[in-house]
């Protein structure tokens, strides 16, 4: 393979081995029935999948220059959303004012954000009984360190999170069976060294579905990839040709891939010809991607999509945090008091994900860590040909509140 660029966007917990079918297969996939919100927790909702766009663009444009990052990147909002909101509780001031703006929760308290962040967990792992979702949270404390008791409160009752305690020179190898563990063996070595400073915030975030109709093994094959560079890769293709939720506009075309009872979606962007991909990236937005699945329509669609599977692959995110806004919490004068009786600041936020697609579906998992350390000084007739054979976005999503699960890039093999 030459090249292969991802960004994906994205998170939950564990029942087996990575790659494990048992607990999908040979279930009968239940009534979908959407999840119902009150008016406040719809606004929400909305703002949420604003910010899994802003995340990402800012991620594009911040870590995708990194020489690093030019062949993949790879991030999932969901996960640093709820990561964010565990710190956020024990922030107060401009600290607290921040983390809720950059999160798109401004003119929302603290309680209403726990209240929407649990009942959203609550209802995603219920919406589908043939795929596997789950989300695990929480907060080591290394050495000696101590949290106030409201805080560790708090975090349980909102975010059902352990808290852990562990000697520093133990805590690696018990963090890293931790991440395995929730995230069914897909990110086993989520510390890569010992770590620093006084405690680690975790949400771990798993996903197994199978598509409601999946691709024949038999008609996959090798075909030609365009990169964006020009230069073409073969790789292998699924194949299938049914009927699916398809929009387009003069930017790009779009095509909703369903899972099981169709609560959730791997949703497909690919650019018009002619336009590029951070053309279509700078157009979303939650309002445009509102008005786009509104405007999707039900049509006989001839799919080509690339099988692919993205691992062991982390990504520091404190620089795209910074341009989105959050700047307190990373200095001296950072104010977590509601979280324990000494002066703390982030000095860490990490993110691994992995994501594999197949023609029986796919797998995802992700972990965003947050350390914490002491403060220091259309063609409306006929087949719609949707051929994925150049640079393509692509979301994994809830159908009912549009949470963004996972949002990933291709830009060459």
Same mark, same amino acid.
């Given at each position: 393979m030459?090249?292969?660029?991802?960004?994906?966007?994205?998170?939950?917990?564990?029942?087996?081995?990575?790659?494990?079918?048992?607990?999908?297969?040979?279930?009968?996939?239940?009534?979908?029935?959407?999840i119902?919100?009150?008016?406040?927790?719809?606004?929400?909702?909305?703002?949420?999948?604003?910010?899994?766009f802003?995340?990402?663009?800012?991620?594009?444009?911040?870590?995708g220059?990194?020489?690093?990052?030019?062949?993949k990147?790879?991030?999932?909002?969901?996960?640093?959303?709820?990561?964010l909101?565990?710190?956020a509780n024990g922030?107060?001031?401009?600290t607290?004012t921040?983390?809720i703006?950059?999160?798109g929760?401004?003119g929302?308290?603290?309680?209403?954000?726990?209240?929407y962040?649990?009942?959203?967990?609550?209802e995603?792992?219920?919406?589908?009984?043939?795929?596997?979702?789950s989300?695990a949270?929480?907060l080591?404390?290394?050495d000696?360190?101590?949290v106030?008791?409201?805080?560790?409160?708090?975090?349980?009752k909102?975010?059902d999170?352990e808290?852990?305690?562990?000697?520093r020179?133990k805590a690696?190898?018990?963090?890293?069976?931790?991440?395995?563990?929730?995230?069914?063996g897909?990110?086993?070595?989520?510390?890569?060294?010992?770590p620093?400073?006084?405690?680690?915030?975790?949400?771990?975030l798993?996903?197994?579905?199978?598509?409601?109709?999946?691709?024949?093994?038999?008609?996959t094959?090798n075909?030609?990839?365009?990169?964006?560079?020009g230069t073409?890769?073969?790789?292998?293709?699924?194949?299938?040709?049914?009927?699916?939720? /398809?929009? %387009? @506009?003069d930017?790009?075309?779009?095509?909703r891939?369903?899972?099981?009872?169709?609560? *959730?979606? &791997?949703?497909?962007?690919?650019p018009?010809?002619g336009v590029s991909?951070a053309?279509?990236?700078e157009?979303?937005?939650?309002?445009s991607?509102k008005?786009l699945?509104?405007?999707?329509?039900?049509?006989e669609?001839?799919?080509?999509?690339?099988?692919?599977?993205?691992?062991?692959?982390?990504?520091?995110?404190?620089?795209?945090?910074?341009?989105?806004?959050?700047?307190?919490?990373?200095?001296n004068?950072?104010?977590?008091?509601?979280?324990?009786?000494k002066?703390?600041?982030?000095?860490?936020?990490?993110?691994?994900?992995?994501f594999?697609?197949?023609?029986?579906?796919?797998?995802?998992?992700?972990?965003?860590?947050?350390?914490m350390?002491?403060? /220091?000084? %259309? @063609?409306?007739?006929?087949?719609?040909?949707?051929?994925?054979?150049?640079?393509?976005? *692509?979301? &994994?999503?809830e159908k009912?509140?549009?949470?963004?699960?996972?949002m990933?890039?291709?830009?060459?093999?």
């Open positions: 030459k090249k292969l660029m991802f960004a994906c966007a994205a998170t939950l917990s564990m029942v087996a081995a990575c790659q494990n079918d048992e607990g999908v297969n040979n279930k009968v996939p239940k009534e979908y029935k959407p119902e919100l009150t008016e406040a927790q719809t606004r929400m909702a909305s703002e949420s999948t604003d910010f899994a802003r995340f990402f663009q800012t991620a594009s444009e911040v870590l220059k990194e020489e690093q990052n030019k062949n990147l790879i991030l999932s909002p969901v996960s640093a959303s709820y990561a909101s565990m710190a922030a107060e001031g401009a607290l921040e983390l703006e950059v999160l929760f401004s929302f308290s603290i309680d209403e954000i726990n209240a962040n649990q009942k959203l967990v609550q995603l792992v219920q919406q589908d009984n043939t795929t596997l979702l989300m949270n929480s080591w404390l290394l000696d360190f101590q106030l008791s409201t805080y560790r409160n708090a975090l349980k909102n975010y999170a808290v852990r305690r562990e000697e020179a690696k190898d018990a963090i890293n069976a931790w991440c395995a563990d929730k995230t069914n897909c990110i086993p070595d989520f510390l890569k060294d010992d620093e400073g006084k405690a680690l915030l975790l949400n771990a798993y996903f197994k579905g199978l598509w409601a109709e999946p691709f024949d093994k038999g008609l094959q075909e030609l990839f365009t990169n964006e560079d073409q890769t073969e790789v292998a293709m699924l194949n299938r040709q049914s009927g699916y939720l /398809l929009a %387009q @506009n930017l790009y075309a779009t095509v891939l369903p899972y099981g009872n169709g609560a *959730f979606a &791997l949703q497909v962007i690919l018009q010809e991909l053309q279509c990236i157009a979303l937005n939650g309002a991607w008005a699945q509104e405007s999707m329509m039900w049509k669609v001839d799919v080509k999509l690339p099988k692919f599977t993205i691992e062991d692959y982390q990504n520091s995110l404190i620089r795209v945090l910074m341009a989105m806004g959050v700047q307190e919490a990373f200095r004068s950072a104010d977590f008091s509601k979280m324990a009786n002066d703390l600041m982030i000095s860490s936020v990490d993110q691994s994900v992995y594999r697609l197949d023609e029986e579906g796919t797998e995802a998992a992700a972990v965003t860590g947050i350390g350390s002491q403060a /220091l000084p %259309q @063609n409306p007739y006929g087949v719609y040909e949707f051929h994925v054979d150049r640079p393509f976005l *692509f979301l &994994l999503t009912s509140t549009d949470s963004v699960l996972f990933g890039q291709v830009t060459g093999f």
